[in-house]
């Protein structure tokens, strides 16, 4: 371990895979910082074409969270939701989890950029599937707000937040 400054970096090898050039063995370079407000940065890179996937972690633990949007008219899907690397996203009524990974980046989105990137996921997984073809319908009927759901995020570190449209119900259990 080096210790620079505020910082501490560890470094090691993986057995991840280059999503750019498909080379084995990334390296991934762990650096925590405190500067008052610690936070810690897990950065892959690529020996061989230099490509980095930075992901972002604030170390300070936080509550658990969880929020709960009640998605029931077009304007709903405009909420701003900032999804942390630990949270996860549930929307019951579609039977849809999306649970974080190894590999999960924080996003900042809309309900409706949530919603689109399910829908695009399910069409380049279903290829004709009958009960594919039933929840896509059920994702477009949402997208047009024509079907009520709850849209579920919860993040056991507490980083998460959702910055509700005017007018969205909006429940934050603590």
């Not at 996937?53 to 709960?68: C, I, L, M, Q, T």
């Not at 996860?88 to 990974?101: D, H």
Request: one cysteine or more; proline letters at 6%; glycine letters at 6%.
């Amino acid at each position: 371990m080096v210790v620079l400054e505020k910082s501490e970096l560890e470094v090691w090898p993986t057995e991840e895979v280059c999503p750019n050039c498909g080379f084995v063995g990334l390296e991934l370079r762990h650096l925590v910082y405190d500067n008052g407000q610690p936070f810690e940065l897990f950065i892959l890179i690529c020996q061989k074409c230099g490509s980095r996937e930075v992901e972002f972690v604030d170390s300070v633990f936080k509550r658990p969270v969880k929020y709960k949007v009640l998605v029931t008219r077009g304007e709903d899907l405009s909420t701003l939701v900032y999804r942390s690397p630990t949270a996860s996203i549930s929307i019951p009524e579609l039977g849809v989890e999306i649970t974080p990974t190894s590999r999960t980046l924080p996003r900042v989105s809309t309900i409706e950029g949530f919603i689109d990137d399910i829908k695009g996921r399910v069409e380049a997984l279903s290829l004709g599937k009958v009960r594919d073809a039933s929840k896509l319908s059920s994702i477009n009927l949402v997208l047009e707000g024509r079907m009520h759901v709850t849209f579920i995020l919860s993040d056991d570190y507490g980083s998460s937040w959702i910055k509700p449209a005017p007018g969205t119900t909006v429940k934050k259990i603590e």
